[in-house]
Structures are given as structure tokens and as C-alpha cells.
Nanobody, 124 residues
């Protein structure tokens, strides 16, 4: 069992930055692929980024070049550095942990554990 807790959300002006953190429990954290998804009001939850256990990364086109995912396995934590934020980045951001089911890491169904989410609001 893995428990995930996100933090770091908040209100920021367009063009600003935020860093989200996702702290995980469990000794096997380093073996999981870790993903970030987001859900805007009235919309479905969508993929943002994923980092594999080995450190390889994938980004959604909408955030490529602006967001950076990283992980610190010693701290059981994954980060999402968000720069050049836009109003359309406003959403609840969720982190997720996936084990053997993860292939590309871009679909919700590949993940086993989810955090409760953290709100990011970008004002224009």
C-alpha cells in the first residue's frame, strides 16, 4: 500500500511559478512510476507528466518546456516544477503511483494509487 500526499498548490499570477510536491509512504517508492494528472472544472482528469523508476520522463504537449518532473527517492517525493504558468493550467493536480501496469504512464488506468489533489489557480 502506498499513500500519497500532494502539497504546494496555490494562487499565482500568469507567468509565475509553483512547485508541487507529492510525498509517498512505503519502502518500495523508488520502484514505482510516478505521474501527475490534472482536472480542470467541468473537465476530465488528464495526463500532465510521468517519471519512471529509472528517471525517464514524458510530458503532455500542453506543458512541455514549462513543467519539469523530478523525484527524490531518498525522500520518497516527486516534484512538479511549473513555470510560465497560464490561466489554462488552473486545475486540481493529482499525483499517482503505478507499478507493473504502467506502460506509457499516460493513462489513469495504469496507476494503482492516487493522492487527494492540490488546487492550482492561475490568474490572468
Amino acid at each position: 500500500q502506498v499513500q500519497l500526499v500532494e502539497s504546494g498548490g496555490g494562487l499565482v499570477q500568469a507567468g509565475g511559478s509553483l512547485r508541487l510536491s507529492c510525498a509517498g509512504s512505503g519502502r518500495t517508492f523508488s520502484s514505482y512510476a510516478m505521474g501527475w494528472f490534472r482536472q480542470a472544472p467541468g473537465k476530465e482528469r488528464v495526463f500532465v507528466s510521468v517519471i519512471s523508476w529509472s528517471g525517464s520522463t514524458v510530458y503532455a504537449d500542453s506543458v512541455k518546456g514549462r513543467f519539469t518532473i523530478s523525484r527524490d527517492n531518498a525522500k520518497n517525493t516527486v516534484y512538479l516544477q511549473m513555470n510560465s504558468l497560464k490561466p489554462e493550467d488552473t486545475a486540481v493536480y493529482f499525483c499517482a503511483a503505478g507499478g507493473l501496469r504502467v506502460v506509457a504512464g499516460t493513462s489513469e488506468g495504469e496507476y494503482d494509487y492516487w493522492g487527494q489533489g492540490t488546487q492550482v489557480t492561475v490568474s490572468s
